[in-house]
């Protein structure tokens, strides 16, 4: 099992019940608050007391295991599996950073420990810096959850420098969005989710975190996985 979604629970319970071992990657990120992230802090911690090994992407996350118990035998340091996915898609498909002109913003936000007052804060401090900059662009691709996508279209959908999109797959967050170069060409990424702060970290792009705790503390993150 990869990550701390339901899915990857309920693949490990599934496992589990059957007597087959349960490998996890991604495993030993915590922030011990239930709440934040939810509700992947909890699934995370469960799937690592049914799992038989467990790969770490940082030192960090194996010491976490190693002080709930989990004998260091049974712990391999992998490195990130998304660094991995982000050099391999950039081979591929011949993407490199590069900003030409001011390049923009890319915002994205949907977790539902921020639903709420959270979003409306967000997005007030987005439409001040879209205020304030009327000449940087502003992409958002927006969650269709209407408690995400209704507060972020009635906050900001007015402003003429803010483009809010439909969610955007992985290769078009890249490469062919409506804004060609989403990522390699943005100048900041301000997230509530993971996946675009990690792919910021290989394009070495500034990102201010809106989280109020974070299981990913260090700086930069081990590189790609070990062969």
Known sequence: M???TE????????GFSHGLPVLHVEAGLRTYNL??????????????RISRLH?????????ALEREGIASRDILVTGNTVVDAQLWVCERHHIR???QGRGHILVT?????????DID?????????????????????V???????????????ALPNVRLTAPLDYLAMHRRSPMPGCCSRTRVVCRKRRRPSRCRCWYCVKKPSGRRSSMRAAPRWLGPTAS
């Open 2 to 4: 990869q990550g701390d």
């Open 7 to 14: 899915s990857a629970f309920q693949g490990a319970l599934a």
């Open 35 to 48: 709440r934040r992230p939810f509700p992947e802090e909890g699934l995370r911690q469960m799937i690592s």
């Open 55 to 63: 790969f770490a992407p940082t030192l960090r996350a194996a010491q």
């Open 97 to 99: 950073r590069r900003v």
């Open 109 to 117: 936000m949907h977790r539902r420990e921020n639903w709420g007052p």
């Open 121 to 141: 804060n967000v997005c007030a401090a987005i439409a001040d810096i879209a205020r304030e900059f009327p000449w940087m662009t502003v992409l958002f691709p």
């Open 143 to 157: 969650h269709l959850n209407p408690v995400v996508r209704d507060p972020v279209h009635r906050h900001l959908g």
